[in-house]
């Protein structure tokens, strides 16, 4: 079974991002990306209501790097400190060597291809770093600008599970997407 530490905290670079550590710093960003419903649309958790609600999604990111149980990243470009977007692993499974990738971005840096940038790096850390044999992601089967990215970054639809989760008094569907070790 995998045992994972992230500390210390990796920090990590592509051609034009760097991925570090979220900070308090990060709350008007964090604030503007978790509050905004279109940003939010295809995420089935709670819009952030306030600084208050952000600085504690902070924490709840910072708890499970510290537990080693998760860890996202910042998304920056080199050279601003300005966070335009998370990305991480979630519902890590050391047991089965499979982590979930999951991944937001601020509106305003759509379609520039800082996704599929990070992601591609996300990979290469899971598969050499962190020892995984697969990676997951399970997006809204309408989010198609996700599953372009999925897809370009060489995942594999997987399932289709329908009505599996209750969210705002709906049955939604989710789709699985995988990758395996090379």
């Not at 550590?21 to 509050?35: A, H, M």
């Not at 920056?76 to 979630?90: A, H, P, Q, S, V």
Request: hydrophobic share 40%.
């Amino acid at each position: 079974m995998l045992n994972f530490n992230f500390t210390p905290f990796p920090v990590i670079e592509t051609e034009r991002l760097v991925l570090d550590r979220l900070t308090d710093k990060d709350v008007q960003e964090v604030f503007d990306l978790r509050s905004n419903p279109e940003t939010m649309k295809y995420i089935p958790r709670p819009l952030v209501k306030d600084h208050e609600d952000a600085l504690e999604h902070i924490r709840t990111i910072d708890e499970k790097i510290e537990t080693n149980v998760g860890i996202n990243w910042a998304i920056r470009l080199k050279g601003n400190t300005k966070l335009l977007g998370i990305i991480g692993y979630y519902r890590m499974q050391p047991e089965n060597y499979r982590a979930e990738i999951g991944y937001i971005l601020s509106p305003d840096q759509h379609g520039k291809g800082i996704i599929p940038e990070a992601v591609k790096k996300l990979i290469t850390f899971g598969f050499e770093d962190l020892k995984l044999h697969s990676i997951e992601a399970v997006i809204d089967p309408e989010n198609y600008a996700s599953e372009k990215v999925l897809q370009k970054c060489g995942f594999v639809k997987e399932a289709h599970l329908r009505e599996v989760e209750f969210w705002d008094g709906k049955f939604l569907d989710k789709v699985i997407y995988s990758l395996l070790e090379k």
